[in-house]
Each structure stands twice: as C-alpha cells, then as structure tokens.
C-alpha cells in the first residue's frame, strides 16, 4: 500500500480496516491541484486492478449537483427556461388540480417539493413510459416549500422535465452543454458504450448484486424478478437508474476526480462556457432558511447540522454525497475543492459510517 503525504496514510488505514477496497481523492483551488492521489484496488472481484488517478467511479447521487442542477442552472442561463417554472410547464404529464401544481424546478432542486425520499417504482411497472406514469401519479408528503425531504423522485422528474424543455436525453445534454465545452473526457452517463466505451478496468467495480437496494424495498419488493446478481461493474448502481437505461436525474454520472473537481470548480468560479460568472450564487446560497436542512441549488451548505463537511470546513461551505461511497465539498472562503470517491459497496454492502470518514478527510485536506 502506497504511503505518502497525511491523506495518503489516512486512506491506506481506512482500506487496511476493511471500510472499502480502494479510494481516489483531489484537493484543488482556482490555480489548479494542491494533492492527488489513489490508492488500494478498483475491483477485488472476480478481477483485481489498482484504484489510479484515471478511475473512473459511479458518482451515484453527486449527479444531482454536477449534472441535472448544473444543466437546470445552465438552461436558465439561456433563456430556455427559469427556476421558479412550475414543474408542469415543462413535464406536461405533471397536470395535477391539488397542492402538485404548486411544485416549481427550484422546489426540485432544493428538496422542498414535498415529493417523498425514495420509491422503487421499477417494482410497479414494466418499462419507462409505465414507469414515468407511475411515478407522476404518486401523491406529494408535504406541502411544496414547507420541508426539506432529501428525495429521488424529485430529481428523476427534474430529469425528465429538462429532456422534455430542450428535446435531448439528460446523457446527450450533459455530453453537449457541460461535457464538451470543459473538454471533459471522463465524465459520462453509460461508461461502457459508445461515445464513451471505457474500458470496464478504469471503471471502479460496485457491489455484487443488489442486496442493499432489496433489503430497502422490503415486503413491497416480495415477486420482483429484475434484481440483478453478478458484480455490478461500468452500470449504476441504483436500481431506479438501472431500470431507466442508466439515465436519470438522480444517479447515473461516472466519473474521476479530476473530472468532478473540474465541474465543482464550474459551480464555485463559473467560467462562462458553461455558467455565466453570476451563477456561482445559485449555488452557495441556502434556499431554504428555518427548515431542516440548508439547501442550494443542488448542494447542502456545511451550516446543516450533521453535514458531512466536518468542523474543517466553513458553514458557508457546500457540498453533496453520493451512496457509493463519493463525496465533494467546496470551500468558497479558502478557494479549495475536497473530493473523496471510494468504491465502498465492493464487493459488497457492510455498515460505516461514511460521514466520520469524510470529515476526517476533511480535516486533513484542509490543514494542506
């Protein structure tokens, strides 16, 4: 096991302990990279090949920031359409006569739209068109804009809304808007098929089978026959993604390191090829004052109690988590970008506390 500078040692304890095989981190400012590094196995099962640089991992839930919120911001930013729209205006199917109609993107994009945290709608119907309507019929838990409730749904509509406002799949549109023009390479929907045909060795592998997601389907799981088996490795992990083509909303995005640190930056110093340089507010500014959670557009700000961001990072820090075992944080007083991805689901599920380990990290990074 390599051994190097203090994040080096930390993560080489953490892999020795079993908490996951292997781990890629970047701390970063505006300049450029202050470390970097990979250490343990991308894969143990049935392959092994070495965690490096150039890993690509399943992002999981950092696709909602550094994908959908990205591109709602980006298509504001030309006109296509704004954040307060309501929901229906641009997923025409969401057509409700109660509280729905009041759900706008913003209300998606800071989990205030009431919509519950998470559904197995794959377990409900046969194929996406069955599925979408599904999920458009499910009832809201909440008031829009009276709680914050982490939720899935939300996302995989948000998804749905930005395909139906431009006419493009959420893939092809994050390759187009976002992708192209930062020259990213390593940041993709579908990792193993064209465009992008990634060996399946950069990919970091996942858990064998769906265990996990089946244990939290429970009794409403009972006679679904679509769980998959063998390792998941270069597909996505979440189940409600998998079943939508690897696409949605929610989950979906792979990518390296350096990838996900060039897309934070994007939020933090908007460059103009992607958002104009007044967006980095939508970003850092917390949207829902006084309810549980401190929410921007796409991120939690450190100020939320629990955060994962650590006493090291400021409270006007943001950030998300991915269920996979991934994580970024960005530091707008000192100017740094933390991200930490491990493939800690390989090769299979086992409890940790996954937040202590990312505000250790935190603690580190930030002293460098």
């Keep these: 096991m390599r051994r190097g500078n203090r994040i080096d040692d930390f993560l080489a304890d953490r892999i020795a302990a079993g908490d996951f095989p292997g781990a890629s981190y970047l701390v970063g400012e505006r300049s450029g990279v202050v470390a970097e590094g990979a250490l343990g196995r991308s894969a143990v099962e049935p392959e092994s090949h070495d965690a490096t640089p150039q890993t690509l991992y399943d992002l999981a839930s950092l ?3 550094l994908a959908t919120a990205l591109l709602a911001s980006h298509l504001q930013g030309k006109g296509v359409l704004r954040l307060e729209d309501p929901l229906s205006r641009h997923l025409p199917a969401w057509a409700p006569a109660d509280a729905r109609a009041n759900v706008t993107l913003l209300d ?4 205030r739209s009431g919509l519950p945290a998470w559904l197995p709608f794959y377990i409900h119907a046969a194929d996406r068109d069955r599925r979408v309507e599904w999920l458009l019929r499910r009832p809201l838990e909440a008031e829009p804009g009276r709680r914050v409730v982490y939720s899935d749904p939300g996302y995989i509509l948000l998804g749905f809304a930005l395909e139906h406002a431009t006419g493009r799949p ?14 990213l390479d390593d940041a993709t929907y579908r990792p193993l098929e064209p465009p992008a045909s990634i060996p399946r060795a950069r990919i970091a592998a996942g858990e064998r089978g769906t265990a996990r997601e089946r244990d939290l389907a429970g009794p409403e799981g009972e006679g679904y026959n679509g769980w998959r088996t063998g390792i998941i490795w270069g597909t996505v992990h979440d189940q409600n993604a998998f079943t939508l083509g690897g696409v ?3 989950a979906g995005l792979f990518g ?15 460059g103009g090829r992607v958002m104009p340089p007044p967006a980095a507010a939508l970003f850092r500014s917390s949207l829902t004052p006084g309810l549980e959670e401190e929410r921007s557009v796409g991120f939690q700000l450190a100020s939320t109690a629990g955060s994962s961001a650590g006493a090291a990072l400021p409270p006007t820090a943001f ?22 991805l491990t493939n800690r689901l390989h090769p299979r599920f086992a409890p940790l506390d996954m937040n202590a380990v990312r505000r250790d990290f935190h603690a580190i990074a930030a002293a460098l």
Excluded: M
Excluded at 108 to 111: A, F, M, N, P, V
Excluded at 256 to 270: G, I, N
């Design 63 to 65: 696709s909602k920031p």
């Design 248 to 250: 949605a909303g929610h």
């Design 170 to 183: 959420l893939d092809r549109l994050f390759a187009e808007r976002v992708a192209r023009p930062l020259n």
């Design 256 to 270: 390296t390191a350096r990838a996900v640190y060039r897309l934070a930056q994007e939020c933090l110093w908007p």
């Design 319 to 340: 950030g998300h988590t991915g269920f996979t075992g991934t994580s970024v944080w960005i530091d707008p007083v000192a100017g740094r970008i933390h991200v930490l």
């Design 108 to 111: 998606l994009l800071t989990h």
